[in-house]
């Protein structure tokens, strides 16, 4: 008998030891481990709504008294909003991330308050409730958002300025709509003269704009003439 005839046996019993092992390996009834799905961060949640609600803060950054948010722009929000709540709300991270976000919502209104906006004002604690149903921050804003919401809307048409006179007056044309009625009105006013629930303060530089008051809360805000915005 050769050597290879005496190795042939023992080779071929290492090839299937072999492959009996890596049968073993592959067989049908091992089951690998299930991956498990890693939580999202703090930060990865708040980036997630904060993308969602950059346009809004855009919008607040550059609203006047009279500015509201679109209608388009506020289901677009929602139905975001919505989604993203629904995918991390059972998170660990969900209300860490959530408190950063109302942080930054509060941010805006401020600046809505400061402009004097009572309906941006209610829009954004409405939001901030979304997420921190319990904030009793936004309390004293609703409240006063409730009692500016149906201020008189105020367009500049134009002025008039009398040289017939000793001493100069100024009259502003101007559009007011109620929102309480429905009414558009037209009138012709001059510095200090109370109308519709308002007072003409003063001019805001050339024929700029009027500081005008809000009589039931002493508010002040600023409305500016279409002709000056359009040169800026």
């Known amino acids: 008998m050769t050597a290879n005839a005496c190795l042939r046996p023992a080779f071929v019993s290492c ?25 999202p961060t703090a930060a990865e949640i708040r980036a997630q709504f904060d993308a ?28 975001q909003l919505d989604e993203r ?3 991390f709300a059972s998170a660990k991270a969900y209300r860490e991330g959530t408190d950063g976000v ?7 209104l401020r600046v809505a308050r400061d402009r004097q906006n009572g309906v941006l004002v209610l829009y954004l604690c409405e939001l901030i409730k979304y997420f921190d149903p319990g904030n009793s921050r936004v309390v004293r804003f609703e ?4 009692t500016v919401k149906n201020r008189p809307v105020v367009t500049i048409r134009g002025w ?14 101007l559009e007011v709509h109620t929102p309480e009625d429905g009414q ?14 308002l007072k003409y303060v003063r001019i805001i530089g050339k024929k700029r704009g009027i500081v005008f008051e809000y009589l039931k809360t002493k508010d002040r805000f600023e ?10």
């Open 15 to 39: 090839a299937a030891i072999l492959l009996l092992a890596g049968c073993d390996s592959q067989s049908p009834g091992a089951k690998s481990k299930p991956e498990v799905e890693r939580e």
């Open 52 to 79: 969602v609600l950059q346009p809004l803060h855009a919008f607040v950054a550059s609203a006047d008294a009279d500015s509201s948010v679109p209608p388009e722009m506020t289901a677009q929000l929602q139905t």
């Open 85 to 87: 709540k629904k995918k």
């Open 102 to 108: 109302v942080t930054k919502l509060e941010d805006s």
């Open 143 to 146: 409240k006063w958002g409730e």
């Open 160 to 173: 008039y300025e009398p040289r017939d006179t000793t001493v100069r007056i100024i009259y502003a044309f």
């Open 184 to 197: 558009t009105h037209h009138i012709q006013v001059r510095e200090e003269e109370e109308f519709l629930g």
């Open 223 to 232: 409305v500016y003439s279409r002709s000056w915005l359009r040169q800026q």
